[in-house]
């Protein structure tokens, strides 16, 4: 097996895809050093260096082998240098496939929206992103309901693979709905999600890496999106 100790994390704290990665790697237990971009903005030479692409976080140093970026990358990586260690993909190549789709459209479709929101001004366009985000959630509703079973996670019993990937996304989900007077996880309109997304935001390996209300509500008015809601 690879040396775990070899791990290094560059990340930031408030970015839910370098949380997302972080949340894998306490579920499986593993050790790494966190090298913390303390202003994204002015990127390290470290960072450049490792991931010239995108020039984004997360990336994954191990031991001596080239870095690895985007955080979906990462997480199947860890998954496959440490099998025995609380498998987050199934192993069954369907169940594989289904959680590699909704892990797209979640990446793809659905996060998407609440940056879409931020960068709309007028009431009836926020609406209408309002209405996008409402039938997503649904259509996860409907993933949820498939893949866990009738159990707590995506991952049944256990959280899997769809719980880190879109558990990193809860406590954002949740300071965009208190600006912008919306619920995604509404128990009326999608009952298993709202029950999930408390599970979630609750679970030792994702509470201790999610950015609190004060770090989201400083990042927020640094980044100028603090947009007065329309109301
Ligand atoms: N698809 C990427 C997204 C990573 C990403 O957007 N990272 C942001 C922080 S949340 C970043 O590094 N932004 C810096 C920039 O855009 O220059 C992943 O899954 O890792």
Same mark, same amino acid.
């Given at each position: 097996?690879?040396?775990?100790?070899?791990?290094?994390?560059?990340?930031?704290?408030?970015? &839910?895809?370098?949380?997302?990665?972080?949340?894998?790697?306490?579920?499986?237990?593993?050790?790494?050093?966190?090298?913390?971009?303390?202003? =994204?903005?002015?990127?390290?030479?470290?960072?450049?260096?490792?991931?010239?692409?995108?020039?984004?976080?997360?990336?994954?140093?191990?031991?001596?082998?080239? &870095? =690895?970026?985007?955080?979906?990358? =990462?997480?199947?990586?860890?998954?496959?240098?440490?099998?025995? #260690?609380?498998?987050?993909?199934?192993?069954?190549?369907?169940?594989?496939?289904?959680?590699?789709?909704?892990?797209?459209? @979640?990446?793809?479709?659905?996060?998407?929206?609440?940056?879409? #929101?931020?960068?709309?001004?007028?009431?009836?366009?926020?609406?209408?992103?309002?209405?996008?985000?409402?039938?997503?959630?649904?259509?996860?509703?409907?993933?949820? @309901?498939?893949?866990?079973?009738?159990?707590?996670?995506?991952?049944?019993?256990?959280?899997?693979?769809?719980?880190?990937?879109?558990?990193?996304?809860?406590?954002?989900?949740?300071?965009?709905?208190?600006?912008?007077?919306?619920?995604?996880?509404?128990?009326?309109?999608?009952?298993? #999600?709202?029950?999930?997304?408390?599970? =979630?935001?609750?679970?030792?390996?994702?509470?201790?890496?999610?950015?609190?209300?004060?770090?989201?509500?400083?990042?927020?008015?640094? #980044?100028?999106?603090?947009? &007065?809601?329309?109301?």
């Amino acid at each position: 097996m690879a040396n775990e100790s070899e791990i290094k994390l560059i990340g930031a704290p408030t970015s &839910p895809f370098v949380n997302r990665v972080q949340f894998a790697l306490n579920l499986k237990s593993l050790k790494y050093e966190y090298l913390v971009e303390t202003d =994204i903005t002015r990127k390290s030479e470290l960072l450049l260096k490792s991931n010239p692409v995108h020039k984004k976080v997360p990336v994954l140093l191990h031991a001596d082998k080239p &870095p =690895i970026c985007e955080s979906l990358a =990462i997480i199947e990586y860890l998954d496959e240098m440490f099998p025995g #260690l609380f498998q987050l993909l199934p192993l069954e190549p369907l169940h594989r496939a289904n959680c590699r789709f909704w892990a797209a459209y @979640i990446d793809t479709k659905f996060f998407p929206l609440y940056e879409e #929101l931020r960068q709309t001004m007028n009431k009836e366009g926020q609406e209408a992103i309002k209405e996008e985000m409402i039938k997503a959630t649904q259509l996860l509703e409907e993933a949820f @309901i498939k893949s866990s079973n009738g159990k707590s996670y995506f991952g049944g019993d256990q959280v899997g693979y769809l719980d880190v990937v879109l558990g990193c996304f809860v406590s954002w989900t949740k300071h965009v709905d208190e600006l912008y007077d919306f619920n995604t996880f509404d128990e009326g309109k999608t009952p298993q #999600l709202a029950k999930w997304a408390k599970n =979630i935001s609750s679970h030792e390996g994702l509470k201790c890496v999610a950015p609190g209300k004060e770090i989201l509500t400083k990042l927020f008015m640094v #980044l100028n999106l603090v947009k &007065p809601p329309y109301k």
